[in-house]
């Protein structure tokens, strides 16, 4: 029998995995800045590909239908 966690744990994993998500993304833009200037050009391309990468993954996960 498969014994399953707490749903607890489940939100906790997101919380920590978005926590750490968030903190790359800024780590990115602000290195991105201090090397390359202009740091709203860069700061707005670390995001939009940030969440570009996050629509794309979203749009993929449709065809993941075994193994779920």
């Known amino acids: 029998m ?30 991105a800045s ?6 709203v050009t860069q700061f707005s391309l670390i995001i939009g590909v940030y969440l570009s990468a996050l629509g794309f993954g979203a749009w993929l996960s449709q065809y993941v239908t075994t193994k779920l």
């Open 2 to 31: 498969i014994h399953r966690a707490p749903l607890h744990l489940l939100y906790l994993n997101v919380l920590v995995i978005a926590t750490c998500g968030l903190i790359y993304e800024l780590l990115a833009g602000t290195l």
């Open 34 to 39: 201090y090397l390359l200037g202009d740091s």
